[in-house]
């Protein structure tokens, strides 16, 4: 059976899917293809799912329309009516900022809303608009925009020519890669060492990637900034300096020899609790390497010294001569245009700064346009002039991913207006006055915007729709477009003129003439056609299209000082923004270790986020939503094994199960995020029955990177103690349903969605 080429969009790997179905349109059997450009038949259990993603009952395939309290099922003109009967009138009353759109993760792994979003934003006109980038990957673009001058020109690890690779905070035997796309992991990592590379894991988790390594530092959460000044000092004092082809191009070297002076190894082993002669060694063994790259993810960049981390990450691989060199830290360049680090573009209008607007209620940075997702409660719940009053979300989970649950939860409550554009109806989702569906991941287009920008080799794949969309199923695009057309002129007519003036507008900006756009195009492949023509290789639609398992456009190459965008075409190695800020982690060598515990989280092969829980072949086997705590703790607290223990932060509290492991150091705890599927309003009926806890309970709205405003999951100082308590064995406290909202409290009615025993007070 051939199958038909499709794309998992389930994490940044972009595998290749040989999907197989029947003459009625059944899928038999999802495989890895093997011809795919970039996976080569890999795939994970995840891409296997997408399977029962496609079939799931719990998928919706109607929109939802919240009428006398209960959301029900509705017509699409029912859906729309309602919003163009809504959403104008808030604005008008209001003003254009009090609609917000929160824009998850998901949304980056679709054509959708990588394509409309933007001109919904622009239709709404609002200032509100918050994605989960600020939950992850800002301190990452904002030290690209400062050292490279551009947000988006992010260093992937070369992992298939490097022959030594810091791993600091990421764990991509599970997750796949962040920030870095190239399948199978767990195999690229086992060939680099099999050809003599090494590979050092800086984590305070023995994770699975630790497991796999020469080595693992298990460095006490949050003071990367100080092991990474220790690791600048000793490559400064010994004199392993070797800025290599980079030499003509840095500025600030000597501002980061200021900062590292007097770090040595020997001083941060106290705090880092790293040895200091494994870090002098390791260092010395990194710059005689003859390619290595140090590379960090969720563990690096969701702390509260977040972009300080990242930057010296950068820095390490700069100083020695690793950035943009094969086997070290390099640029791809991906087969579209569009993006601001396209050449053609040239220089971005303005130069990339830390100065620019912030937000309403806590002054928060506000960058690449958006507001920082910890912020969205208190911009919600924070009266006054530009207070959020209505909100779309589109392929996220807020209610499950953005810091201080509990708050998140009353402030959404309170809305006026709420619009869920989603797969599923999930905990953010079932509090939605509006829910649109989309199509499964079988039934859409696929190509990889954003995550080309990270593939560990510059390739370019297409992926029409396996299966027809079916009856009473809009694509995505025109959803978004549809809210957009709201917006603009209070109707949802006139998708098609809508999407004319789009692609439009958008040759004009890439400066492609509309008559060389292919024939009969619409929609994102019209737009795709359009940033392909702008990209490096001069690709087209059609191209694509005749390649189903993708094109090959060869390795990295080194792209400076091209692909440098500063005004004067240089690195700017010591922003003076995180000189300052690097002195909150120099002040760490005296600051107390602080009482309590640190909680840091984790991912797990078969989860994605919050929303693969409802999927049975993604839930099986030992409960995973546990509090991973060490042996010597557990004792100390009188924990048992799967017992229940009471976890307290600033921000709130929950009762987890406990899971005794010397996976966690000493006064580390662990528990992953995505779980507690107790919302009764929402529709998963697997994930329901084995809910977890949120996470998200015990992280602190306040606690930010003040950079960047990005939120901190990492490092998060709670109580422990044992919980005797007789509630169930995933209970968790959540906010009392019985207090605000009576319009969202209500019970299951006729084509209502919720438990049955769930009554209003
Ligand atoms: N299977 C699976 N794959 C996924 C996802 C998923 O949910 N499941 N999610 C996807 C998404 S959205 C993302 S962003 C990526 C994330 O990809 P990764 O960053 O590779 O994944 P994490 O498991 O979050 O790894 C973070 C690691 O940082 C460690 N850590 C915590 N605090 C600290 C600290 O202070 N210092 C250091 N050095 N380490 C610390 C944690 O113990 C953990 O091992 O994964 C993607 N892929
Ligand atoms: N404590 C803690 N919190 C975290 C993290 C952590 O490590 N620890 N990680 C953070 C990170 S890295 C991220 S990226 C965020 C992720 O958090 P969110 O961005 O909120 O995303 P998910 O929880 O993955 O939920 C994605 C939703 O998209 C829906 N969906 C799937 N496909 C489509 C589609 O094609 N279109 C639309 N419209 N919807 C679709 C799914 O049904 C699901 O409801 O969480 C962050 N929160
Ligand atoms: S590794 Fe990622 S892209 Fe590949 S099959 Fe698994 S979830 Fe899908
Ligand atoms: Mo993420």
Redesign the pocket.
């Known amino acids: 059976m051939p199958g038909v080429p499709h794309t998992c969009p389930l994490c940044e790997a972009s595998c290749g899917l040989l999907v197989s179905v029947d003459e009625d349109g059944s899928v038999l059997e999802i495989r890895g293809d093997p011809d795919d450009v970039l996976s080569q038949g890999f795939l994970c259990p995840k891409g296997v799912a997408v399977k029962s993603l496609h079939t799931d009952p719990d998928r919706l395939r109607t929109p939802m329309v919240r009428w006398g309290g209960m959301l029900r099922e509705a017509t699409w003109t029912e859906a729309f009516d309602e919003i163009a009967h809504r959403l104008p009138a808030l604005q008008e009353r209001h003003g254009r900022d009090c609609i917000a759109v929160f824009s998850?993760?998901?949304?980056d792994?679709?054509l959708?809303?990588l394509l409309y979003t933007e001109s919904l934003i622009n239709a709404l006109g609002t200032r509100n608009v918050f994605s989960?980038a600020s939950?992850?990957s800002r301190p990452r673009h904002v030290v690209s925009g400062m050292l490279y001058g551009n947000p988006f020109t992010t260093p992937v690890p070369d992992i298939e020519r490097s022959d030594f690779v810091i791993m600091i905070g990421a764990n991509p035997v599970v997750s796949n890669g962040s920030m870095l796309t190239a399948p199978d992991l767990r195999s690229k990592l086992r060939a680099l060492r099999r050809r003599g590379g090494r590979i050092v894991v800086v984590d305070p988790r023995r994770t699975e990637s630790a497991d796999g390594a020469d080595e693992h530092l298990r460095v006490r959460p949050g003071t990367d900034g100080l092991l990474l000044l220790a690791m600048l000092n000793v490559l400064l004092t010994e004199n392993l300096v070797n800025l290599g082809e980079l030499a003509d191009l840095v500025d600030g070297v000597d501002g980061i020899a200021s900062l590292a002076v007097g770090i040595t190894p020997e001083r941060v082993e106290r705090r880092t609790e790293v040895d200091a002669g494994s870090i002098r060694r390791v260092v010395r063994e990194f710059a005689r390497a003859d390619a290595g790259v140090v590379y960090g993810r969720?563990g690096a960049s969701?702390t509260s010294f977040a972009t300080v981390t990242t930057w010296l990450i950068d820095v390490l691989n700069v100083l020695t001569g690793n950035l943009d060199r094969p086997g070290g830290a390099m640029f791809p360049q991906p087969g579209h245009g569009g993006l601001p680090n396209s050449p053609r573009r040239g220089v971005p209008p303005e130069p990339f700064t830390l100065d620019g607007p912030r937000s309403r209620v806590s002054r928060r940075p506000i960058l690449l346009g958006e507001v920082p997702a910890a912020a969205l409660a208190e911009e919600i719940d924070t009266p006054g002039f530009g207070q959020v009053r209505g909100l779309i979300t589109?392929?996220?989970?807020?209610a499950?991913?953005?810091p201080n649950s509990k708050r998140l939860y009353a402030a959404l409550n309170s809305l006026d207006l709420m619009i869920s554009?989603?797969?599923?109806l999930?905990e953010?989702?079932a509090l939605a006055d509006v829910v649109l569906p989309?199509p499964s991941?079988l039934e859409?287009p696929h190509y990889d915007l954003k995550l080309y920008n990270y593939a560990c080799r510059n390739v370019a794949k297409y992926s029409p729709p396996v299966l027809d969309l079916p009856v009473g199923m809009y694509p995505?695009w025109e959803t978004i477009a549809r809210l957009a057309l709201i917006a603009a002129t209070g109707s949802y007519n006139g998708v098609e003129e809508f999407d004319d003036r789009l692609a439009a507008a958008v040759a004009m900006r890439e400066g492609i003439p509309l008559d060389q756009v292919g024939e009969g195009l619409r929609g994102p492949e019209r737009l795709l056609d359009i940033l392909l023509q702008a990209g490096e290789y001069g690709l087209t639609m059609e191209h694509l299209q005749l390649s189903p398992h993708g094109l090959e456009l060869g390795e990295l190459e080194p792209r400076l000082p091209e692909a440098l965008l500063t005004e004067d075409r240089r690195i700017h190695l010591a922003p003076k923004e995180f000189l300052t800020d690097a002195q909150r982690v120099r002040a760490l060598l005296d600051a107390p270790a602080g009482e309590g515990m640190l909680l840091v989280?984790r991912?797990h092969l078969r989860s994605?986020?919050?929303?693969l829980h409802n999927l049975s072949a993604m839930v099986t086997g030992p409960r995973r939503c546990t509090l991973q705590v060490n042996e010597e703790d557990a004792y100390r607290l009188g924990l048992r094994n799967g017992g229940r223990a009471l976890v307290t932060s600033a921000a709130g509290r929950l009762v987890a199960s406990v899971e005794i492991t010397d996976e966690v150091l000493p006064g580390v705890v662990s528990l992953p995020?995505?779980w507690g599927h107790d919302e009764p309003q929402a529709r998963m009926t697997v994930a329901a029955e084995r809910p977890g806890v949120n996470?998200?309970i015990l992280?602190d709205d306040a606690d930010i990177d003040p950079l960047t405003g990005n939120?901190v999951?990492n490092g998060v100082r709670v109580t422990v103690v044992a919980h005797a308590g007789d509630a169930p064995d995933e209970e968790q406290p959540m906010p009392d349903r019985r207090q605000g909202f009576e319009r969202r409290r209500t019970p299951r009615g006729p084509g209502g969605i919720g438990p049955e025993s769930f009554g209003p007070a």
């Open positions: 998850g993760v998901s949304a792994h679709a959708g809303p989960a939950l992850n969720i969701t589109i392929g996220g989970n807020p499950r991913s953005v554009v989603d797969m599923y999930n953010t989702s989309v991941i859409r995505e989280g991912r994605k986020n919050s929303w995020h995505g996470v998200n992280t939120a999951f």
